[in-house]
């Protein structure tokens, strides 16, 4: 069975700082994983994917994430915060070639500071 | 139209009204996806189809029913809803013959359960 687990339900961060939203998975096979963004009263959107290529993912609006094996995590990162970055993230497992299901994290939200 | 539309997106009904939610995914995808978004609790998939066919019930009550006459279409069916229903309701889809199953998100549909 796979599973995710995202570290902090609420992150804050100062206007221009690093942002880090914590993302450790569970998977008996190589996972794929994903990144997805909510804004209020909307769906979700994919931000990112990792699917065995490159372990570092680039996404869009300037975020980036990191496959690490070793810790079995998926961290999402960006250099510097934007207020439109103010959302809820959550992270998501799958299993290649297994089936259609994605395996959500609770998901955190992100406050920026001004 | 473009990506995945969800109608109505805010539905108030009684407990004994009979309603359905619709999505359409214009996307060309085989996969589809009903999921429930409750405050305060990670996103629940509920059902879902593939070629038309489900795949998968989450042990969702039979008063949610859903119907897939195609792959671009997706309904789900209310009936007798109790006030904890109240919750966003989620359709997604994706292409099952890709390596990685990611889902494409609508905007939800609001349900307030009176």
């Known amino acids: 069975a796979q599973s995710v687990t995202q570290l902090g339900s609420h992150v804050s961060v100062s206007e221009g700082a690093l942002v880090l939203l914590r993302c450790n998975y569970s998977?008996?096979?190589?996972?794929?994983l994903f990144w997805y963004v909510q804004y209020p009263n909307q769906g979700l959107q994919l931000l990112l994917k990792?699917?065995?290529?490159?372990?570092l993912v680039k996404g869009i609006n300037g975020f980036e994430a990191e496959f690490k094996k070793s810790e079995t995590s998926f961290h999402l990162t960006k250099p510097s915060a934007h207020m439109s970055d103010a959302a809820e993230y959550f992270c998501?497992?799958?299993?290649?070639?297994?089936?259609?299901?994605?395996?959500f994290g609770t998901g955190t939200r992100l406050t920026i500071i001004p | 139209e473009t990506g995945v539309t969800q109608t109505p997106r805010h539905l108030v009904m009684g407990m004994t009204n009979k309603k359905s939610l619709k999505c359409e995914q214009h996307?060309?995808?085989?996969?589809m996806y009903w999921y429930k978004q409750s405050a305060k609790k990670p996103l629940e998939l509920m059902f879902v189809?593939?070629?038309?066919?489900?795949?998968e019930n989450n042990s969702v009550p039979s008063r949610f029913s859903p119907e897939c006459p195609n792959s671009s279409h997706l309904f789900l069916h209310l009936h007798t809803l109790q006030p904890e229903d109240s919750a966003l309701y989620l359709c997604?889809?994706?292409?099952?013959?890709?390596?990685?199953?990611?889902?494409?998100f609508g905007p939800g549909t609001r349900l307030t359960v009176t």
């Open positions: 998977s008996s096979v190589p996972p794929y």
């Open positions: 997604a889809s994706s292409q099952s013959n890709q390596v990685a199953y990611e889902q494409y």
């Open positions: 990792y699917t065995s290529a490159a372990t």
């Open positions: 998501a497992v799958s299993e290649p070639f297994g089936n259609e299901k994605l395996t």
């Open positions: 996307l060309g995808h085989n996969a």
């Open positions: 189809y593939n070629f038309k066919e489900q795949t």
